[in-house]
């Protein structure tokens, strides 16, 4: 590109009287640009996607066809993907289970929208407050914290289960919600992603606004936040999916602490007698990061994509 560029201002600048080779110049130009591209490949790629997609959304359909299955299909061998005749009786069968608990089922639900708000709510602060300094801002060790960070993302989350067991512990937070808060607020991804994003800002606003007498927190605020809203939509979106499968086994002992995600499995556990309640929980267990994904999708194609604002 750069090459082409530099050859037509050489053609217009040299050569400014020569028509014809202005337009050899501009027709060579534009027969660089055209993208080799045919029906038949174009078809195959698309073919390919196809079966892919299809292969992806397969399981989906099997969860949503076995939640209105009777359990005469549900135990159907060979399965059948589709239902015959769909019915509800396992979302009642899976309603009387819940009220025949000795803990109420909105006591799970509470616990649930603490443990995921407050996880949410603090990973994107977090991230967003530390994530700041380490993009716009000059100060000694940067670049070596950065680069911990950047290591810290090699850690999966069984390595780093028996040290986070024992930082919970010294801290006195175990059996309370905290202990299950506390660490998604630290997770170095939302940070890697906000300091990433926050670089594509350009530094002329924060200076306009430092000229005007605005403080580093008004700019954050201000101006970062708003104009990063895509970024730390994505980061809540990846940390509320994580959240809601978390069943707090680790931490949490008192049942009546433990989130909506325990309460499941605990029914799902209950072999063939609840088959057809077990095929309701998944359902509903699915259903719902699955709906908060496609509420928000765009704002993650969104920050994927290189064409904001630049320097």
């Known amino acids: 590109m750069m090459e082409r560029t530099a050859a037509k201002r050489v053609a217009r600048v040299y050569y400014p009287d020569n028509p014809k080779l202005n337009r050899m110049m501009k027709r060579g130009v534009k027969n660089n ?3 080799n591209r045919s029906a038949a490949g174009n078809g195959l790629l698309f073919a390919l996607m196809g079966i892919c997609g ?6 989906l359909v099997m969860i949503v066809n076995n939640a209105l299955k009777p359990l005469d ?4 061998f060979p399965p059948k993907i589709f239902v015959r005749n769909p019915t509800l009786e396992n979302f009642a069968d899976l309603f009387i289970l819940i009220n025949n608990s000795w803990v109420p089922f909105t006591r799970y639900i509470l616990n649930t929208l603490i443990i995921t ?10 991230a967003s407050l530390a994530a700041y300094p380490l993009a716009k801002l000059t100060f000694p060790g940067k670049k070596p914290l950065f680069r911990l960070v950047v290591l810290s993302l090699m850690f999966s989350w069984t390595v780093t289960q028996i040290p986070n067991y024992l930082i919970i512990s010294w801290l006195r937070i175990n059996n309370t919600h905290l202990a ?10 939302g940070l890697y992603l906000m300091k990433q994003f926050m670089e594509q800002m350009p530094n002329s606003l924060m200076e306009s606004a430092r000229l005007d007498g605005a403080t580093e927190m008004r700019i954050f605020w201000s101006i970062i936040m708003p104009n990063v809203k895509p970024a730390w939509l994505t980061l809540a979106i990846f940390q509320f999916q994580s959240l809601w499968g978390n069943t707090g086994n680790m931490f949490l002992r008192d049942e009546q602490i433990k989130p909506l995600q325990f309460a499941m499995q605990q029914i799902a556990a209950g072999g063939a007698a609840r088959a057809g309640a077990s095929a309701a929980v998944a359902f509903i267990i699915a259903a719902i990061p699955i709906t908060f994904f496609l509420l928000a999708q765009s704002k993650i194609l969104e920050t994927m994509t290189t064409s904001g604002m630049k320097e």
Not at 73 to 76: G, L, N, T, V, Y
Not at 180 to 189: E, K, N, Q, T, V
């Open 117 to 126: 708000g407050g996880g949410v709510l603090g990973h994107v602060i977090l």
């Open 33 to 35: 640009r055209k993208v």
């Open 73 to 76: 299909e549900i135990f159907q």
């Open 54 to 59: 299809i292969f992806m959304v397969l399981p």
């Open 180 to 189: 299950l808060i506390l660490p998604a607020c630290s997770y170095g991804m």
